[in-house]
């Protein structure tokens, strides 16, 4: 290993090393690390690397000094991987759009990419050994349709020139490009970006939709507050069985298979029985709801809580005959501390934000006693700080299936099935 023969290194500003950004420096790749990133040293020092794969021997370009670690991105690789794949798309590049993670990355090295993330922080953040791990059977499941032309939902930011692009990564700086390849074929059908002459005056973001029922609506943001200007303001999605109608700016999974991936997983690993009594929580527009109600039937009942008045409106619309199922406006943390739902409870289905469920939803579900908990989570690092929490009360993470809802990014979807002590 060594530094860039031009590079000028800046030991005040670095601390000990003395790499300082934009410098350039040789090194060897390490393993796989949450965000998209590798794992490397120089001299001691932790350098978390973009556009790199483990094994490899790069050039990186630090972009960021903290205390204590570096962040650089690979722009020139030296001995390559065998799982490198030439990028589809020129703007996943170090410098340009930050969307897509993975794209240098073959299909089959991508899943196992977010295996080895997801197994990391179980044993790191969730305490897991690595027998525990062994005996869960970690992996990533991809999904139908391929790594391209998946994304229904694509939110473009609107650069000063009123240009619709996507963001650097950790930047607010706007990439203008032509097209985005991940997205749905509908959607990079729209003449939305730059290269199709479209300007957006006034508009700080603009959100497209290409739902599994058939439609398709650009929206304009301005100020937080979106505006439909093509298309219906409301659209039909498909999902478990039913169709779901739903404004086009609201939450919905973007990928198009992923509805029922989940749902079938989260009745799975749960088994709801005729007769049950079902918690939905974080619920949204009632997905999971209306899946636990056609299992536990007329004499069953399910209970979903969501905060956002969008999928508060949506639940009470497309649950609407479903007579067993109660919707309640609130947030999970409120409406159990303040006993907006009691138990007796028999299942729970969980599907809190990025953030997780946290310790004290936890602790109130503990209390709760049901015979099973189905946890969906779309960020390994909360999910694990749960199921540690979950575990301090004799709690165990009896099986976890993960699906790649987002291939050529980072991100990885998991569910996992939590059981209490009375279950061994």
């Known amino acids: 290993m060594g530094r860039d023969p031009g590079s000028t290194p800046d030991r005040e500003a670095a601390g000990e090393r ?91 090295a991508q899943l196992e990419w977010k295996v080895a993330v997801v197994r990391e922080q179980l044993s790191r953040l969730g305490g897991l050994t690595e027998t525990e791990l062994d005996g869960l059977g970690v992996r990533v499941e991809a999904l139908p349709g391929g790594s391209l032309g998946w994304r229904s939902r694509v939110r473009y930011a609107v650069d000063a020139a009123d240009r619709a692009g996507l963001l650097k990564h950790r930047s607010h700086e706007v990439v203008p490009i032509d097209r985005c390849l991940i997205a749905h074929p509908a959607i990079q059908s729209l003449p939305v970006l730059s290269a199709s002459g479209a300007s957006w005056p006034d508009a700080d973001a603009v959100e497209t939709v290409a739902s599994t029922g058939g439609d398709v609506a650009v929206a304009t943001v301005v100020d937080g507050v979106a505006s439909t200007v093509e298309g219906p303001a409301t659209v039909r999605e498909v999902a478990a069985g039913r169709e779901w109608t739903l404004p086009a700016t609201a939450f919905w999974q973007v990928h198009p298979a992923a ?49 956002a008045e969008q999928g508060v409106a949506a639940a009470r619309q497309n649950l609407s005959d479903l007579p067993r199922v109660e919707v309640v406006a609130a947030r999970v943390e409120t409406a159990l501390a303040r006993r907006r739902i009691t138990g007796p409870v028999d299942v729970v289905v969980l599907d809190p934000p990025r953030t997780g469920a946290g310790s004290r939803v936890v602790r109130e579900l503990v209390a709760a006693g049901p015979r099973a908990v189905g946890y969906v989570a ?18 165990r993470l009896a099986a976890l299936r993960g699906f790649d809802l987002f291939p050529m990014t980072q991100h990885v979807e998991l569910v996992g099935l939590l059981l209490p002590p009375s279950s061994r």
């Open 18 to 108: 003395g790499l300082a950004e934009a410098e350039r420096v040789e090194l060897t790749v390490g393993p796989v690390a949450p965000g998209g990133h590798c794992v490397a040293r120089v001299d001691g020092q932790v350098v978390f690397v973009r556009h790199a794969l483990p094994g490899e021997r790069v050039v990186a370009e630090v972009t960021e000094v903290h205390r204590g670690f570096v962040r650089a991105d690979a722009v020139t690789v030296l001995d390559a991987s065998p799982d490198r794949v030439p990028a589809p798309c020129p703007y996943a590049r170090p410098g340009r759009c930050g969307g897509c993670d993975l794209q240098h990355v073959a299909p089959a």
């Open 259 to 307: 509805t029922d991936a989940l749902v079938g997983a989260v009745l799975e690993l749960v088994d709801p029985q005729p007769g049950e009594r079902a918690w939905d929580l974080y619920g949204g527009a009632g997905l999971f709801a209306a899946a636990l109600a056609g299992r536990v039937g007329d004499t069953g009942r399910v209970t979903l809580v969501e905060a």
């Open 378 to 395: 779309c960020d390994p690092a909360a999910f694990a700080r749960d199921v540690r929490t979950f575990a301090e009360s004799g709690w």
